[in-house]
């Protein structure tokens, strides 16, 4: 999203897997142990929805131009928080960076990922994006993960409207593989 709004931003490495988010000093910045957190001047925020939507309303970008579609848009928020991102980014964690190899955990989270894929599967074989023809923050909140196909473990090809999705979010201006964004990451 910042990259997307032209912002000038700078991301501080965490490193996560040697328990940096679980140090005093970052939990001071979140509570929950976390990533990701902004920092925008004295304000910090936590939980990726959140950030969204404050960075939405701040550049005046990717947002709905009415009350109700902002409540749409925050829907999709709220759907990827509860039944794609929690189900996915467990999944990779588990097969990617814990080494758990395929368990039964593995398999429930896959199910459940797929399910909601099929939910935003059908939604973007009718749209060009989620709740629309132009891109918002529900977009940018459900496709984080998906560019790390590879290492989700889902394969795609029974989703060709999200593959193509992806893409149209893909050519953006500004739009960087999550990959590009994160400094110090294990698998770079």
């Given at each position: 999203m910042l990259n997307l709004c032209n912002a000038d931003w700078e991301p501080a490495f965490v490193d996560f897997f040697n328990g940096a988010h679980r140090e005093a000093d970052y939990l001071k910045l979140n509570e929950f142990g976390e990533v990701p957190v902004l920092e925008a001047g004295e304000l910090v925020l936590s939980q990726s929805g959140v950030i969204l939507d404050y960075l939405a309303e701040s550049f005046e970008?990717?947002?709905?131009?009415?009350?109700?579609?902002?409540?749409?848009?925050?829907?999709?928020?709220?759907?990827?928080?509860?039944?794609?991102t929690s189900y996915v980014a467990t999944l990779r964690f588990l097969t990617q960076f814990a080494d758990t190899g395929e368990t039964d955990v593995t398999e429930f989270l896959r199910l459940r990922a797929v399910s909601a894929l099929k939910i935003v599967e059908r939604r973007v074989s009718e749209s060009a994006f989620v709740t629309g023809d132009k891109p918002t923050i529900a977009d940018f909140s459900l496709c984080g993960y998906l560019y790390f196909e590879d290492e989700i473990t889902i394969d795609f090809?029974?989703?060709?409207?999200?593959?193509?999705?992806?893409?149209?979010?893909?050519?953006?201006?500004?739009?960087?593989?999550?990959?590009?964004l994160m400094p110090g990451h294990p698998r770079k």
């Open positions: 970008a990717f947002d709905g131009e009415s009350v109700p579609e902002h409540r749409e848009i925050m829907r999709w928020l709220f759907f990827d928080n509860h039944k794609l090809a029974a989703f060709p409207a999200i593959v193509e999705w992806l893409g149209r979010i893909k050519e953006l201006p500004g739009w960087a593989h999550p990959y590009d």
